[in-house]
């Protein structure tokens, strides 16, 4: 029997106008995202994935 991962919602947000997007609290603290971080985004098998670049 095969496992699914476990999914946990950290937070929720929304587009602006200027399609910019504020990081839930949960998510800044969990992934420790500190201002001036350089931010990745990606796609795999049709979602998106953000993550801290390790390039700078």
């Known amino acids: ?4 991962p476990k999914k946990e919602i950290l937070g ?3 587009i602006t106008y ?9 998510v800044r ?3 420790n ?3 001036g971080d350089i931010l990745v985004f990606a796609e795999e098998n049709g979602k998106l ?5 390790t390039e700078y």
Request: proline share 4%; charged share 35%.
């Open 1 to 4: 029997m095969s496992k699914l």
């Open 12 to 14: 929720i947000s929304k």
């Open 18 to 26: 200027k399609f910019q997007v504020t990081l839930p609290k949960r």
């Open 29 to 31: 603290e969990k992934f």
């Open 33 to 35: 995202f500190k201002e």
């Open 49 to 53: 994935i953000i993550a801290k670049s």
